[in-house]
């Protein structure tokens, strides 16, 4: 009984497109294959590369955050400005039936 999942055209040309992919080699060579295919899935990790596994991502992240701030703090130090808008310098007048609040 065929599987009525499996039954459509996508699945067919899947199929006869992904036989060129397949290994036809020796049953030994194929086998092999297999075996370090297994070996590697089964095979757990050290706590040294379980460690490093999550150090190297966090130590990535916080080196880019360090540099944005760094690049950050010599942008704001290096470009004083009196010019600079902050929320005292300038206030807002705001016009209500002609009288300014």
Known sequence: MKDPMTDDPFFDRLRREAAALRY?????????????????????????????????????????????????LVFVTDNPSD???TFGSNPVEVSVAGDYV
């Open 24 to 72: 036809d080699g020796d049953a030994a060579m194929r086998t092999r294959i297999a075996a370090r295919i297994r070996a590697r899935i089964a095979a757990q990790p050290t706590v040294t590369q379980l460690l490093a596994s999550w150090f190297r991502p966090l130590a990535a992240s916080l080196a880019a955050l360090g540099l944005a701030a760094c690049i950050g």
């Open 83 to 85: 010019d600079t808008l």
